[in-house]
Each structure stands twice: as structure tokens, then as C-alpha cells.
């Protein structure tokens, strides 16, 4: 459990935020410079509130009330930066275990030799970071971070300096750390795609202050995305299996892991082996709705879906619909009237092989 009301003012910036978390990963979203990055120094203790409380589980860290603020290396919070912030003078096994050789042998709740395997570190222990790669550094703050058996896992955009190779590489150790270790996380990140790859339950934040909260998925998010996400934001995010390739087409086929059997979807092409499960992204606006399937026309997927809900904000339309999966499309009110959209209404939803691209591999 996470609670928080802070307020904080630097300068010209204010920040004054209030919420609550019961889920094991939470997802912070938004603009630069909304308070992102404040927010997780405030919880850290690198910066003192100038008033409220902060309580992670069953401690209180911070209570301006009641005098307490714990430092820094008495939170037990686990922070991982955009940069790796390696020793540079140590080895990666030296760096691993800074923290891990601090923490009182009746705390320490993860095993060095567990986190070097997860995160396939074996290789790297006896190299210096001037010598590693930008995902390879990120991977060593990942560990050194769970060896100090944290309670709450931070993470300040730890990958806005990868190119989106080197984060195809890294999103799936951060979801093997979730899945093994259940280390409550908050993760900060202006990329919504990066963020669902890891959780469902995001924070907005604007100008210091929680302007929308909720599950992604269930739509608890769209009134607020609507007028202020732009298209862009609006994304499908769907954890799929590899069927095969066509190489004369150029194309992955897919089996969409969903409610009963999805029919199948064609991807532009990307490397893998029949059986890997992948992560895939769907943008809202490269979905087109049909009221019945379209036989003379190019595009591939074209799949039969029932509405579930239409959600109205200025002049535009998010349709949630059931395809197997749960997807969204955005529409203007226009095209929602040419269609007579409606709750249990049966439509097609046509999109492009290349509209769906590859986000990374499970594991």
C-alpha cells in the first residue's frame, strides 16, 4: 500500500498531491516537467514536503505532523534513474553488492546469485561500467536496486536514454522482477506504451497535481484522454503468441491471447520463433469500424467485434469493443453517427498488418 498528500513548492513550481494505491504497480504519466520526477525524490527522501505524510505498507516515512521523516537509508526504497549512476571505479559484481552488504542479514530477502541469473548479469561481473552497454548499465541499477531488499521499487524513466531496440531488450527483465519478486513498483515514464507493458493502473499527472487516475484497460482513464491525449497516446496494448511467418507477404501471424479462440492477426514482419509470446501495440486511431467485412479491399485484418461502450468528450469518441481482446478505437462523433454506433452492436474493425508492431518478447 502506497498513500500519499504532499505538498512541495520550489521556485515557481508547486506540487500539492493527494492519492492511494493498493496495486502492486503503479504507472506515473505525463507531461516534462508536471512533478514526475519530484514526486519519487519526495517518497525517496531526497526531498523533504513541506507538508503531509508519505506511508509505504505499515511505515509512516514521512508525517510533517508528527516529526517524522526517516532518511534516505532507512526507507528500504530501491531507486533505479535515466542514468545507471554506477560506480565507475567498481566492477559490476562490486556494485551489485554496495547496498545488498549494508542491509542487516535479517532483512536482506533477495539472493545475489537469484537476481544475477534473472537478469542474465553473469557475463558482465568482472567488467567496470565504462565498458558496458546503456541496457546493460540498466540492468546492474535494476539489481543493485533489488539487493537492497526493498519495500518499494522507483523508477525514474530508466529507459529514456535506449533507443527502442535496447528497450525491447530491457521491458522484459522489469516484468520477470515483477512477476518474481512482487516488489511494489512506481514507474514514471512520458511513454504510455512503456508503462502497459509492465501495469494497467496509471496516474496522470499536470503542473504538480493528479489530474486523472485509474486502470487503463478498463477505461476508467478515457474521459481524461479523450480531450487532453491526442491519438497518439491512445493505445492497444495485447499479449499475443507466434504463429509463423510469410515472408513472400512480409508478415507474423498472430493468436491474440484472449477470452476463448481471437481469430488471428497479421503483423508486419519481426524476428521470433513459433510458440514466443510477444507484446503488441495497436494504436486507437488505426482502427477502422465497418458495419459488415469489406471483401475488395487490401487491408488483412478485418475482424468481427461487439461494442462494449462509447465514451463522448468533446467532439470525439473512444469505442471499446470485444475482439477476443479488449481494444479500443478512437472515432470522431461524426463517423460514430454514420455508423449508429451502440452498446452490443456488432461491427467489424479493419486495421493494417503494419499498424501492429512488435513491443518485446515475454518471458
Given at each position: ?191 504510455l506504451r512503456e508503462l502497459l507493458q509492465l501495469g494497467s493502473r496509471v496516474w496522470v499527472m499536470e503542473q504538480g497535481r493528479l ?153
Amino acid at each position: 500500500m502506497l498513500e500519499l498528500d504532499v505538498g512541495f513548492a520550489r521556485g515557481r513550481f508547486d506540487l500539492d498531491l493527494q492519492a492511494r494505491s493498493e496495486q502492486p504497480f503503479v504507472g506515473v504519466f505525463g507531461p516534462s516537467g508536471c512533478g514526475k520526477s519530484t514526486l519519487l525524490a519526495l517518497i525517496a527522501g531526497l526531498l523533504t514536503p513541506h507538508c503531509g505524510r508519505i506511508q509505504v505498507g505499515e511505515t509512516v516515512l514521512f508525517d510533517h505532523a508528527a516529526g517524522v521523516n526517516l532518511p534516505p537509508h532507512r526507507r528500504r526504497i530501491g531507486m533505479i534513474f535515466q542514468n545507471a549512476r554506477l560506480f565507475p571505479h567498481k566492477t559490476v559484481a562490486a556494485n551489485l553488492t554496495y547496498g545488498h552488504r549494508l542491509v542487516p542479514l535479517s532483512q536482506r530477502l533477495i539472493d545475489p546469485d537469484e537476481v544475477i541469473a534473472l537478469l542474465e548479469l553473469e557475463p558482465l561481473l568482472t567488467r567496470r561500467p565504462a565498458s558496458l552497454s546503456g541496457g546493460e548499465a540498466q540492468r546492474v541499477a535494476l539489481g543493485r536496486a533489488l539487493l537492497c531488499s526493498p519495500c518499494l521499487l522507483l523508477c525514474d524513466e530508466p529507459l529514456a536514454a535506449l533507443d527502442g531496440r535496447r528497450k525491447a531488450r530491457i521491458l522484459p527483465f522489469l516484468r520477470r522482477v515483477r512477476d518474481r519478486f512482487k516488489v511494489p513498483m512506481v514507474y514514471v515514464s512520458h511513454d504510455l506504451r512503456e508503462l502497459l507493458q509492465l501495469g494497467s493502473r496509471v496516474w496522470v499527472m499536470e503542473q504538480g497535481r493528479l489530474t486523472a487516475h485509474g486502470d487503463y484497460l478498463r477505461g476508467e482513464l478515457d474521459h481524461w484522454l479523450l480531450p487532453h491525449g491526442g491519438d497518439h497516446t491512445l493505445v492497444n496494448v495485447v499479449r499475443a503468441e507466434l504463429v509463423g511467418h510469410c515472408e513472400q507477404e512480409g508478415t507474423t501471424t498472430l493468436a491474440p491471447l484472449g477470452t476463448g479462440s481471437p481469430p488471428p492477426w497479421s503483423a508486419a514482419r519481426f524476428d521470433g520463433a513459433p510458440g514466443a509470446r510477444v507484446l503488441v501495440a495497436l494504436g486507437a486511431d488505426e482502427i477502422a469500424l465497418t458495419p459488415t467485412a469489406v471483401p475488395m479491399i487490401s487491408i488483412q485484418n478485418q475482424i468481427a467485434a461487439r461494442v462494449t461502450a462509447l465514451v463522448r468528450e468533446q467532439g470525439r469518441v473512444l469505442c471499446r469493443l470485444d475482439i477476443g481482446v479488449p481494444v479500443v478505437a478512437a472515432l470522431t462523433e461524426k463517423g460514430a453517427e454514420r455508423l449508429q454506433l451502440k452498446a452490443g452492436q456488432t461491427v467489424f474493425c479493419l486495421f493494417k498488418a503494419r499498424a501492429v508492431s512488435l513491443l518485446g518478447l515475454e518471458h
